[in-house]
């Protein structure tokens, strides 16, 4: 554990691909906050998407391993948007202690006509829909599910009403990607990504405190309320609202950097960073126990010149089994 003060340039930086944990005990705050490079460059690199499809991959991801870092037992958290816009499906996974991975699927002709309409924001690229959130704890156990309407223009607009729905816990998300265009050993033009953000809670001791503005019923209810958000909690979303998208993704400001401009005042401790990897949890032996298990139609349907060819959606992989390997002996 770490209190920032301002000898911040003696302690190592998180760097990429670390999640890092914080509290500010002056707010009652706690949160999480990273800048992925690398890792998620290897996600997008494979999937070779057009930009806007890439930027909500990226989003996505970010979401995910800022929420997946906090489980504390052996499990899985699914992101996924799912909706009728021309990327109707994007799914991200973070495999406790740290793995991730993700893909979208999208209709290509849709997509060039909305880049052309230049309709590239988010809630037009995905459409009316839902985003879901679900935690598995692998089996004899069951699984949670948190969904939310794409209600908003941006993903982390859409977070921020499931967390204000579904948690009920005072969330402020930010979300942050960024296309660096640069050229590689050989002089040869390549695009590299990187993507930022944080998630920041309202804990008090007492809980009441975390009582929030109701939301507005509709039909002419204007959604207000006796109750406002607490003071600390209202600093507390001012400072992260300030936050520009530059420094949530350039490395020269780094996590534990932008943390202490935000918080020093207040006393902001950063804790002990989480790395994140590009780890698909797929294998031979998973699909091989996925085809064993399809019934004799659909298994035999599946079948080419005696083979059948299965290729991971997450990372590409391609995996081949002989029809015997398949088959019910």
Not at 176 to 201: C, F, I, S, T, Y
Not at 279 to 300: F, M, Y
Request: glycine share 8%.
């Amino acid at each position: 554990m770490t209190d920032m003060t301002p000898g911040l340039g003696e302690f190592d930086f998180a760097g990429d691909d670390h999640v890092v944990p914080f509290q500010v005990e002056g707010l009652d705050v706690r949160g999480r906050a990273v800048q992925l490079g690398p890792m998620l460059d290897a996600i997008l690199e494979r999937h070779n998407y057009p930009l806007p499809v890439a930027r909500l991959v990226a989003e996505t991801v970010v979401l995910t391993v800022l929420l997946g870092t906090s489980l504390k037992f052996e499990g899985k958290l699914i992101v996924q948007t799912q909706g009728d816009g021309p990327v109707d499906l994007v799914v991200a996974d973070f495999s406790t202690p740290d793995r991730v991975r993700a893909y979208a699927r999208y209709d290509q002709e849709a997509l060039a006509a909305a880049e052309k309409d230049g309709r590239t924001l988010s809630h037009e690229l995905l459409g009316k829909g839902v985003l879901a959130f679900t935690i598995d704890q692998g089996a004899h156990t069951q699984r949670y599910q948190g969904i939310v309407a794409l209600d908003g223009a941006t993903l982390e607009e859409i977070a921020g009403v499931y967390f204000r729905q579904s948690e009920q816990i005072p969330t402020k998300v930010r979300l942050g990607v960024a296309e660096l265009l640069d050229r590689d050993e050989n002089g040869k033009p390549r695009h590299r990504w990187r993507a930022g953000g944080m998630v920041a809670q309202f804990l008090p001791e007492a809980p009441e405190r975390m009582r929030q503005p109701d939301l507005s019923g509709g039909d002419g209810d204007d959604g207000e309320s006796a109750f406002g958000d607490d003071d600390l909690w209202a600093e507390a979303k001012v400072m992260v609202e300030t936050i520009d998208m530059d420094e949530l993704t350039d490395p020269m400001v780094g996590t534990e950097r932008l943390l202490y401009r935000l918080f020093h005042e207040r006393g902001v401790r950063v804790y002990e960073p989480q790395a994140v990897y590009d780890r698909c949890s797929c294998s031979r032996e998973k699909l091989q126990s996925v085809l064993s298990n399809l019934s004799t139609d659909d298994l035999e349907s599946t079948i080419d010149d005696g083979e059948v060819k299965v290729t991971c959606e997450f990372c590409s992989t391609t995996y081949r089994f002989e029809a015997s390997e398949v088959r019910p002996q």
